[in-house]
């Protein structure tokens, strides 16, 4: 082969980029097996000092990859046994609720649950009504929490994560050092009360949280609530 051939071979070679070597070889899955003599030649950094075969480097990708896949799968198995807890403890207090026979009964089982089951530093229920009440519900003035918790109400959805100091202040009179909250509306027809619970860690209620089981809660002492004609 003349000089001019092979200059022409390297150029048509170094013409060919990357991704393009890529797809051939990812294409023809069967190149090294017509070319085994390749595959000695091949090789890899792998520590500092030493090289490594194709084999060596499939190996150890391999090991990488396993690595990983038991990282993940660890990861869903904690995640299905804290969802499980979280089940079970929902469907307690949602039976607990359920058998409430009056409105004392009801709203003990309710902060029993917040403080010993979930242990939930701040928590209240919160019902609307034309007079306020303290006791065994607290009751607000529909348009006293609509001045203070307007938006929340206006949603009918959960809102989780800091709130603003009139909100908090509204919702926990007695707590200071709250820094992220959640609150769920309690519909029944329209939003006739809220749930909130506070934690003093500013992260530990935000958006991007699950609120199914308490949405769930909520649910159930609308229920349990209307049937206890409060």
Known sequence: MSQSEDKKNVKK????????????????????????????????????????????KQ????????????QRISTLTNNAKKNDAIFKNSRDLILSLLDAENLDELHANFSYAMENTFSVEFFCIIIF???????????EKRDVASDKIGAIMKGQKPVCGALRKTELDFLFPESKGIG????????????IGV????????????SDMGTLFLTYIAEILARSISNLNY
């Open 59 to 70: 190996v150890s990708v391999l090991r990488e990859k396993n690595v990983e896949l038991r």
């Open 13 to 56: 070679t170094s013409d060919l980029s990357e991704e393009q070597v890529r797809k051939y070889l990812e294409d023809d899955m069967g190149f090294f097996d017509r070319h085994t003599d390749l595959i000695g030649k091949f090789e890899f950094s792998h520590t500092p000092g030493r090289t490594a075969s194709i084999f060596e």
């Open 195 to 206: 749930i909130a619970m506070g934690s003093s860690n500013a992260t530990h209620y935000n």
């Open 180 to 191: 992220s909250a959640a609150v769920i509306p309690i519909i029944n027809t329209e939003v």
């Open 129 to 139: 009504g034309d007079e306020e009440k303290t006791k065994p519900i607290r009751t």
